[in-house]
């Protein structure tokens, strides 16, 4: 294979959490792999051709035993493709302006079981897609400039969605009753990002948690922002908590570290990039950065807890390895405890195009990747798979790119594309 498809590989060993929306609960399963077994080969299986723009998001479900991609991008619409015959079953129009971020709602499955998408765009609502019946059937209207990140609560049953936006405020919204809830006050210049604290183990089978005036006691939120700090606010008083100081630049990502992280603390925990190039690890409890990872060349685009651990010799234990991508065309792997140098960097070349976002998902089958071109692989080695004594059937990797601009017939080409790392061959 030419090296030239080994853009965007996802390899490392880390304690990870997968989320199983084919629950009626919010379950979280720890499975560990090592990076040392991983091998860079892999096949192009599947190839979604739609969108006539910038891909900026995407996002997987399972519904009544069917698997789905939705996707959003600049040309302003939301799409939705069929995994297993690569078919692109809805085009969804209602925004005026670009597409940044596509959830699937895990409230309107839990309780409705309907397949529903969320969407924000730059034309400052987010809106709620009845999948089935192809339409827009809910609207928040509240923020005053270009909606970015959104996110559904993991409690409640995803009951809740926050929002970051240009116009430098963070909302909590809700899903059931479509109230603007809280707003949240003190960023000094756009949100980028947001993400909520990890589902709490004190949650009843529900996913529900019955304290606090929304359910949401001892849960909070954390932001990225064009004013270079990250910040975490209380979800039932709207108050902020701490305030992170440190990048020299916008942050353009954040994560709360998962429960089951192994060193530094897991969900006292945040992981953030930054487009002063550097990915940045920060403890909740003491207010301080624990880590910096400085090998980037350009703004790092997004970053994530794997689903891998790596052996540190130093500390005598496994390590969660944390990865980041960046408008440099790589991704880089870390070990979270040791700054000192990557553990692995996939490269592009000039063909290839910045890395927009990735995720780490589950598609119960088959291990298998869904991407946006161009040239953007996940690669798994031929003996991961004949040594581990666990099965890898649930584990999936999503990786969104930008694309190259054509300038000859000024319009983009972005395709989606499904890795099959096990077979290797077109499904």
């Given at each position: 294979?030419?090296?030239?498809?080994?853009?965007?590989?996802?390899?490392?060993?880390?304690?990870?959490?997968?989320?199983?929306?084919?629950?009626?609960?919010?379950?979280?399963?720890?499975?560990v792999f090592m990076l040392d077994t991983f091998c860079s080969s892999?096949?192009?299986?599947?190839?979604?051709?739609?969108?006539?723009?910038?891909?900026?998001?995407?996002?997987?479900?399972?519904?009544?035993?069917?698997?789905?991609?939705?996707?959003?991008?600049?040309?302003?619409?939301?799409?939705?493709?069929?995994?297993?015959?690569?078919?692109?079953?809805?085009?969804?129009?209602?925004?005026?302006?670009?597409?940044?971020?596509?959830?699937?709602?895990?409230?309107?499955?839990?309780?409705?079981?309907?397949?529903?998408?969320?969407?924000?765009?730059?034309?400052?609502?987010?809106?709620?897609?009845?999948?089935?019946?192809?339409?827009?059937?809910?609207?928040?209207?509240?923020?005053?400039?270009?909606?970015?990140?959104?996110?559904?609560?993991?409690?409640?049953?995803?009951?809740?969605?926050?929002?970051?936006?240009?116009?430098?405020?963070?909302?909590?919204?809700?899903?059931?009753?479509?109230?603007?809830?809280?707003?949240?006050?003190?960023?000094?210049?756009?949100?980028?990002?947001?993400?909520?604290?990890?589902?709490?183990?004190?949650?009843?089978?529900?996913?529900?948690?019955?304290?606090?005036?929304?359910?949401?006691?001892?849960?909070?939120?954390?932001?990225?922002?064009?004013?270079?700090?990250?910040?975490?606010?209380?979800?039932?008083?709207?108050?902020?908590?701490?305030?992170?100081?440190?990048?020299?630049?916008?942050?353009?990502?954040?994560?709360?570290?998962?429960?089951?992280?192994?060193?530094?603390?897991?969900?006292?925990?945040?992981?953030?990039?930054?487009?002063?190039?550097?990915?940045?690890?920060?403890?909740?409890?003491?207010?301080?950065?624990?880590?910096?990872?400085?090998?980037?060349?350009?703004?790092?685009?997004?970053?994530?807890?794997?689903?891998?651990?790596?052996?540190?010799?130093?500390?005598?234990?496994?390590?969660?390895?944390?990865?980041?991508?960046?408008?440099?065309?790589?991704?880089?792997?870390?070990?979270?405890?040791?700054?000192?140098?990557?553990?692995?960097?996939?490269?592009?070349?000039?063909?290839?195009?910045?890395?927009?976002?990735?995720?780490?998902?589950?598609?119960?089958?088959?291990?298998?990747?869904?991407?946006?071109?161009?040239?953007?692989?996940?690669?798994?080695?031929?003996?991961?798979?004949?040594?581990?004594?666990?099965?890898?059937?649930?584990?999936?990797?999503?990786?969104?790119?930008?694309?190259?601009?054509?300038?000859?017939?000024?319009?983009?080409?972005?395709?989606?594309?499904?890795?099959?790392?096990?077979?290797?061959?077109?499904?």
């Amino acid at each position: 294979m030419n090296l030239t498809y080994l853009l965007s590989i996802m390899l490392v060993l880390v304690c990870f959490w997968l989320s199983f929306r084919d629950n009626k609960t919010s379950k979280y399963a720890t499975t560990v792999f090592m990076l040392d077994t991983f091998c860079s080969s892999s096949k192009l299986v599947k190839t979604f051709i739609g969108h006539n723009d910038f891909v900026y998001s995407i996002d997987y479900a399972t519904f009544d035993s069917y698997q789905f991609i939705c996707s959003g991008s600049e040309d302003k619409t939301v799409r939705v493709w069929d995994v297993e015959t690569s078919k692109q079953i809805k085009i969804l129009y209602g925004h005026l302006s670009f597409v940044s971020c596509v959830k699937f709602s895990p409230y309107h499955y839990h309780n409705n079981r309907r397949n529903v998408i969320c969407s924000s765009s730059a034309d400052k609502t987010i809106r709620f897609w009845d999948v089935k019946n192809n339409q827009q059937f809910q609207i928040f209207n509240g923020h005053t400039c270009h909606v970015y990140g959104i996110e559904f609560s993991p409690f409640n049953s995803g009951r809740y969605l926050c929002s970051g936006s240009y116009d430098n405020t963070i909302r909590l919204w809700d899903v059931k009753t479509s109230n603007l809830l809280h707003v949240f006050n003190g960023h000094k210049y756009a949100v980028c990002c947001v993400d909520f604290s990890p589902l709490q183990s004190s949650t009843n089978n529900n996913g529900s948690n019955s304290i606090g005036v929304i359910g949401g006691n001892g849960y909070t939120i954390c932001s990225g922002s064009y004013d270079n700090t990250i910040r975490i606010w209380d979800i039932e008083t709207a108050k902020q908590l701490l305030v992170f100081k440190g990048h020299e630049h916008l942050v353009r990502s954040v994560k709360y570290g998962p429960n089951e992280v192994r060193g530094n603390g897991g969900s006292n925990t945040i992981l953030s990039g930054s487009r002063d190039k550097s990915v940045r690890l920060w403890d909740i409890q003491s207010g301080k950065q624990i880590q910096v990872f400085n090998r980037h060349a350009h703004t790092v685009t997004c970053v994530a807890y794997s689903p891998f651990i790596v052996n540190n010799i130093k500390f005598g234990c496994d390590s969660t390895v944390i990865c980041s991508g960046s408008s440099d065309k790589t991704i880089r792997f870390w070990d979270i405890r040791s700054n000192k140098k990557e553990l692995y960097v996939i490269n592009g070349d000039d063909k290839d195009g910045r890395v927009l976002c990735l995720k780490f998902l589950q598609i119960k089958r088959k291990p298998i990747c869904v991407i946006v071109r161009p040239r953007v692989l996940f690669v798994f080695g031929d003996n991961l798979f004949n040594s581990f004594p666990f099965k890898l059937s649930n584990i999936n990797i999503f990786i969104t790119n930008y694309c190259n601009k054509q300038i000859e017939r000024k319009k983009y080409i972005y395709n989606i594309m499904l890795v099959d790392a096990k077979k290797k061959k077109k499904i």
